[in-house]
Antibody, heavy 120, light 111 residues
Framework: QVQLQESGPGLVKPSQTLSLTCTVSSGSISIGGYYWSWIRQHPGKGLEWIAYIYYNGYTYYNPSLKSRVTMSLDTSKNQFFLNLSSVTAADTAVYYC????????????WGQGTLVTVSS | QSALTQPASVSGSPGQSITVSCTGTSSDLGGYNYVSWYQQHSGKAPKLIIYDVSNRPSGVSNRFSGSKSGNTASLTISGLQAEDEADYYCTSYTSRSAHVLFGGGTKLTVL
């Protein structure tokens, strides 16, 4: 079954750009019918949807983060990416990637998550 | 964009049934049959347990069930077990610019 794995630096300095990669295995990100998404969870808090991208590159962003977020994908590597610019301590969170059923918006499966800390 | 509203916590004894509510508006939960529920054990990634209001993915126990009435969706767990102790989140599609709304999460304690 499809598996997702996040990777990227665990520590980012304030004002810099947070960059994460999600590698998808046992399934192609090039098929229709699914979005590929990033979600984050602040320590001890709930889930916050960040963005998702379709295989054709069309993106949808959470309005509260839209000015700082960019998603992209590389179908040749079966990977998709998150860039979050001008980070502050408030961006410290566990970042998850997940596959999303288009329209119905259910998230399955999820990656294991990666903790990103913003600190100097 | 407001999140969906869930109770912060619920509790129950082994063998009992509990229900977690998730309240939205007609622009999201009430307007579409696209409600999903997730179980998250401490330190783990969320797991899909209900999709499209009341459907269970393969492998999810039939002790978990979902429903919706108006602007409120519900997750019911019957025959509570110790392993059900976790956080539960609802999600809905929204016609507003946010596209996706998460509930604030409900902590289930099995007494």
């Amino acid at each position: 079954q499809v598996q997702l794995q996040e990777s990227g630096p665990g520590l980012v300095k304030p004002s810099q750009t947070l960059s994460l990669t999600c590698t998808v295995s046992s399934g192609s990100i090039s098929i229709g019918g699914y979005y590929w998404s990033w979600i984050r969870q602040h320590p001890g808090k709930g889930l916050e949807w960040i963005a998702y991208i379709y295989y054709n590159g069309y993106t949808y962003y959470n309005p509260s983060l839209k000015s700082r977020v960019t998603m992209s994908l590389d179908t040749s590597k079966n990977q998709f990416f998150l860039n979050l610019s001008s980070v502050t301590a408030a961006d410290t969170a566990v970042y998850y990637c997940a596959r999303v059923k288009a329209v119905a918006n259910w998230f399955d499966p999820w990656g294991q998550g990666t903790l990103v800390t913003v600190s100097s | 964009q407001s999140a969906l509203t869930q109770p912060a916590s619920v509790s129950g004894s082994p063998g009992q049934s509990i229900t977690v509510s998730c309240t939205g508006t007609s622009s999201d939960l009430g307007g579409y049959n696209y409600v999903s529920w997730y179980q998250q054990h401490s330190g783990k990634a969320p797991k899909l347990i209900i999709y499209d209001v009341s459907n269970r993915p393969s492998g999810v126990s039939n002790r978990f069930s979902g429903s919706k009435s108006g602007n409120t969706a519900s997750l019911t767990i019957s025959g509570l077990q110790a392993e059900d102790e976790a956080d539960y989140y609802c999600t809905s599609y929204t016609s507003r610019s946010a596209h996706v709304l998460f509930g604030g999460g409900t902590k289930l304690t099995v007494l």
